[in-house]
C-alpha cells in the first residue's frame, strides 16, 4: 500500500473550494476523517454561516469555540466579527472592543472596508496555522462568487494598501497562500459539463489571479462503473430471463435494457468530462464515488474518506510510475482514481 504520508504534510492548511451544489461541506468532512485515520489531529474550519458540517458528524453547530466532533478532529466557525474582536484583543485594546461590541460598532467597522471580513477571516486561518492548533487544518470556504473573493482579497489589498496594518495583515495572508508547504486549495467539482468548465476556469484564475497553489482536485458524485452492462439488450436479456425461468414480462424487460443503456452512457459521459478535465488543468484527480442516500451519513463520509485515501494512493503510483517510465503523464488515464461504488 502506497504511504499518504507525503500528502497529508505537503501543506498544513487545506482549502476545500468549489461551486454550490458541489458536495464541497461533505469533501471537507471527509478529508478531516481521512487525516484523522492517519492518527493526525485535525481542525476543521467552517467560514461564516452554517455549512452543515457539524450534521454530518452528528453535533451541535459550530461556533467560535473548538468542540469536537469525532477523535482527533475539532471543528469551530469563523466569522469576521469575531476575528476583528480577537484582533483587537491580541492587540490591546479589550476596552475598545467591549464598547464596540456594546455600540454595535463592531459590526460595521467589519464591513466598512470592502474586503475587510474576508481578510479578517484569512488572518484568523494564518494565525492558527502559524501557532500549529492542529497537524491539519481543513476549511469549508465560502462557495462559488464569494470563494474566489475570499481567496484574492489578501493579495488585492496587498496592493491597495501602502503602509499600516491592513497592508500587514495581506502580507502575512499573502505569505501562507502562496506558500504550499503552508496552504493549498483543494478543487472540487462534479462530473458534469458546466461545473467541468466552470473548474477548468476558475483553477487558472486561482493560480493566475489568487497566486495559490492546487492540491489534487476532486471529483465528487462520480458513478460506479457499469460498463459490463453494455451489452444488456431486451434480447439477452429475455434470453437470461428465460434460462432462469422467471418469466419476465416485455415491459420489464425493455425497462430494464433501457436502464442498463442510460447507466453505461451516464457514465461515458462522466468518464469523458473527467478526462477533458484533467486535459485542461493538468491537474492531479481523485474521484469520489456517489453514494445513494438522500442524506450522506457519518458512514458515508468515513466510506467517502477510504476512497479519498485510496484515490491518493492510486495518484502517487501513478507519479511514481510516470518517473520511472518517463511517460507523459498528461497521456495517463485521467479515470484511473475513480472509486467505483455506491454513494
Known sequence: ????????????VLIVAGKGGVGKTTVTAALAVAAAKTGRSVQIVEIEGKSGLSRLF?????????????????????????ALLEYLNDHGMRRVAKRMIRSGVADVVATAVPGLRDLLVMGKIRQMQEARVADVIVVDAPA??????????????EQAARVGPLRSQAER???????????????VTLPEHTPVSEMIQT??????QAGVVLAPA???MVNPDVSILADQSAASLTTAADRAGLGWPEELIDACAQSAAFAVARGEQQHAEIARLAKETQLD??????????????????????AFTAGIQATDRSATHTAATGLDATNADPTANSNGGPR
Open 203 to 208: 483553477a487558472e484564475w486561482l493560480t493566475s
Open 173 to 187: 495572508a499573502v505569505a501562507m497562500l502562496e506558500d504550499p508547504s503552508r496552504c493549498r486549495v483543494v478543487p
Open 218 to 220: 476532486i471529483v465528487n
Open 144 to 157: 462559488a462568487g464569494h470563494a474566489l473573493a475570499f481567496l484574492a482579497t489578501p493579495r488585492r489589498m
Open 58 to 82: 452528528g453535533s451541535r453547530p459550530l461556533s467560535d469555540i473548538d468542540q469536537q466532533l469525532a477523535p482527533n478532529i475539532r471543528g469551530r466557525q469563523i466569522t469576521s466579527l469575531a
Open 285 to 306: 484527480l481523485v474521484s469520489l464515488p456517489l453514494i445513494f442516500e438522500a442524506e450522506v451519513d457519518r458512514s458515508g463520509i468515513d466510506h467517502l474518506a477510504d
Open 1 to 12: 500500500m502506497t504511504d499518504t504520508n507525503s500528502f497529508w504534510e505537503q501543506s498544513r
